[in-house]
């Protein structure tokens, strides 16, 4: 059986605490927290909440968060292709929420134990395969994920990666650059267009992208994203969402719904309205998802 799409990449477990301006060094408080699985499973979680046949693979530790991490997207119809290091934890992640900001800090953990053969043996068969560059948070770890999406682009799978973070871009440039020239589709903010294209202005960004002959999507927030499919360019726009809860996962969401679209045969352009639409449910609710 050939899923829609296959989602590879970082797991970590997600508490996202809810901040507020009354706290002060050295006090006790209970914040509104959240608790869910996370990493990039929350893009393959949005994807199925959308109606596409997803599967997750990636690693966790031997540990409670681990056992917890499979469940929940197994209970989110995500097929669990998890893989487990055996002396490492489960990564996890907090996040620290004031509604449009927050601040994350990681421990990436079990992720760092990636293998090459382990991976490429479980994965399943995808219409599409998608990555993300956080997973350079740790260059050997990212340098493996190069070689699964250059194996894959050898076999002549479908590849759409996420830049992830503008500073990543600059840490890891040729790395990037050969990624985006293996892969269908790159997805895309702002800043992390910039920085990729080294241009400041965005129409000499979208012309820089154009030719290394590559679909894209380029977010921008409330302005809602700019986007070339190969032959057409569009300019999409959003709705405002008057009642912003939290960010964390706007961008996992605007994935997950522009892969269920995509891999669905649905145009481009309205794959993408798919992504807004979801990322704009995930923002008026607490946590990625």
Do not use: Q
Not at 256 to 262: D, E, K, N, R, T
Request: aromatic share 8%; with cysteine.
């Amino acid at each position: 059986m050939t899923l829609d799409v296959c989602v590879i990449g970082d797991t970590f477990f997600d508490i996202v605490i809810k901040m507020t301006n009354s706290y002060i060094a050295g006090g006790s408080y209970t914040p509104e927290m959240k608790f869910s699985a996370g990493g990039l499973a929350n893009v393959a979680v949005w994807a199925a909440r959308n109606g596409a046949e997803t599967a997750f693979c990636g690693y966790v530790g031997r540990d409670a968060l681990g056992k917890a991490y499979e469940e929940d997207i197994h209970n989110e119809k995500v097929e669990p292709y998890i893989l487990v290091a055996k002396n490492e934890r489960t990564g996890l992640c907090v996040s620290l929420s004031s509604g449009a900001e927050r601040t994350m800090f990681v421990r990436r953990g079990a992720n760092d134990s990636l293998s090459i053969d382990e991976i490429m043996k479980r994965i399943p068969d995808a219409k599409f395969y998608y990555f993300a560059g956080y997973s350079f948070g740790n260059r050997e770890t990212g340098k493996k994920v190069k070689e699964i999406i250059r194996t894959l682009h050898e076999k002549n799978a479908r590849i759409i990666f996420n830049i992830g973070a503008s500073n990543l871009v600059s840490e890891n440039e040729s790395d990037f650059v050969d990624i985006a020239h293996m892969s269908d589709i790159l997805i895309m903010n702002e800043d992390e267009a910039m920085s990729f294209a080294k241009k400041e202005n965005l129409s000499e960004v979208i012309d820089e992208l154009k030719s290394i002959n590559v679909k894209f999507i380029i977010t921008r927030g409330e302005k809602g994203s700019v986007s070339f499919d190969g032959k057409n360019e569009y300019a999409i726009e959003v709705k405002r969402v008057e009642n912003v809860i939290d960010t964390t996962g706007a961008g996992d969401a605007f994935a997950g719904g522009f892969l269920a679209g995509i891999s669905k045969g649905i145009e481009f352009k309205d794959a993408i309205a798919l992504g807004h639409e979801t990322a704009a449910k995930a923002i008026e609710r607490m946590g990625a998802r």
